[in-house]
């Protein structure tokens, strides 16, 4: 289903902000219950990831009751080790789900609870992902999406114009080659994962992976093949022998325009205030179209990207499960979008004032086209909700491999990804 949305992130800021960002309108109603309740909620990586911590204290200041207590998981084995827990009896009371394909698997397990009547903000983005046959079994707190970063100075010293929200991938490609003529950096950085291909494919196509069809991703493989062999981005092989950051080939200027994920921005600005990265003016472009029919500021671009949510353990204590309602509401409100930006995380649900407090945060871009990049959007997910999606994605992942590093043709890696589809899925 295509869902039209507009989502806004902020930048690096002190947590005290953060939570005087939850003063005004939008906040949730008091956990009901006959007294102090405490929640635990899993997440992984919080030295370095404050969203959690942040949704927990704001929650809070609303709601003096109501603990959340944070439960840390090892992030390269953050659903397994969540799975054992859950099997064992100890799981934590509000899961975070980091990645929509293990939505059903908890699901199927009959360890999610519904919350189909949690109430979520109008136009807020991917809450559809933990849908399962019409049942709500998550909310969305946060919604990455992909846009296109570039560089201004190397566009200016190139004497090529900026991307003004016009751009089809015929004019990226234009741009890249001409980037690269002037021999100052490559036009364009690509990064080794699928989506870089796949995801624009997927959503600018209307495709359903879960179909086994892939032959709409021929043109989208062919094009960047030539832009690497005329030498306008690095190619699939050498990134990947000198395993190239995404972060290091744009921050050090080694490209000039790079496809990345919403993400990027307060790692970018964080970099140049550290001097990891250089220290030059950039900004932010929707990111090119298939067709002109979605291009201009009139339109809606179409890009890509799942979003992140909360569900409840079925297995929670009977006590405090409106507690936990009342936690996924406020995760998806106005009140929790404001905290959620002003540390550089892009919200499931955005309005005009957590836009302007975005742009108006030190090191962000200020022009127009960034905003608009950053506010609007067709946002469709890279992974449909389903128990095949995890199978699915790994054949396109071999489909992905083997075209990029040359090993075989186009063609026929679509084919052995299809016969695959067939054998494997079904």
Request: charged residues 20%; proline residues 4%; aromatic residues 10%.
């Amino acid at each position: 289903m295509n869902r039209k949305f507009a989502a806004a992130g902020g930048l690096a800021v002190v947590a005290s902000l953060a939570l005087a960002a939850c003063s005004g309108g939008g906040a949730s109603e008091p956990a009901a219950s006959s007294g102090p309740v405490t929640l635990s909620l899993s997440g992984w990586s919080l030295s370095t990831t404050p969203e959690f911590q942040v949704l927990a204290d704001a929650f809070h200041e609303q709601n003096p009751d109501v603990t959340v207590e944070l439960k840390e998981y090892d992030a390269a084995e953050y659903n397994t080790l969540l799975t054992a827990d859950l099997a064992a009896g100890v799981g934590p009371d509000i899961i975070t789900q980091k990645e929509v394909k293990f939505v059903t698997t908890f699901q199927e397990g009959g360890q999610l609870m519904d919350v189909s009547d949690v109430e979520l903000p109008e136009g807020i983005g991917g809450a559809s992902s933990y849908e399962v046959d019409g049942t709500a079994y998550g909310v969305p707190y946060r919604q990455d999406r992909w846009v296109l970063f570039y560089n201004k100075a190397l566009f200016d010293s190139a004497g090529v114009d900026y991307p003004d929200g016009t751009w089809t991938w015929d004019d990226y490609d234009e741009a890249a080659v001409a980037l690269s003529a002037a021999g100052t950096a490559k036009g364009a950085y690509q990064h080794r994962w699928q989506s870089t291909v796949q995801g624009f494919a997927n959503a600018q196509e209307d495709a359903d992976i879960l179909e086994g069809d892939y032959g709409y991703l021929k043109g989208y493989y062919d094009r960047v093949l030539k832009l690497q062999d005329e030498g306008a981005q690095i190619d699939y092989n050498t990134s990947a022998a000198n395993q190239l950051t995404y972060q290091g080939e744009f921050g050090k200027q080694s490209a000039a325009m790079m496809p990345m994920g919403t993400w990027y921005v307060a790692t970018l600005i964080s970099q140049q205030a550290s001097g990891e990265a250089d220290d030059f003016e950039w900004g932010i472009a929707p990111i090119p179209q298939l067709d002109a029919s979605t291009t201009g500021t009139d339109n809606t671009p179409v890009t890509f990207g799942d979003p992140t949510g909360l569900s409840i353990n079925a297995g929670i204590d009977e006590a405090k499960v409106q507690a936990a309602k009342d936690f996924l509401a406020f995760a998806a409100s106005a009140d929790a979008a404001a905290a959620l930006a002003a540390i550089g995380i892009t919200p499931a649900y955005s309005d005009e004032d957590t836009t302007d407090a975005y742009f108006a945060v030190e090191g962000a871009p200020s022009d127009d086209l960034s905003k608009f990049a950053w506010s609007t959007a067709e946002v469709h997910p890279e992974n449909p909700t389903s128990n095949k999606t995890a199978t699915v994605q790994g054949i396109l992942n071999d489909l992905h491999t083997a075209i990029m590093s040359g090993s075989t043709p186009v063609d026929t890696a679509i084919k052995d990804a299809e016969a695959r589809f067939a054998s494997e899925v079904g």
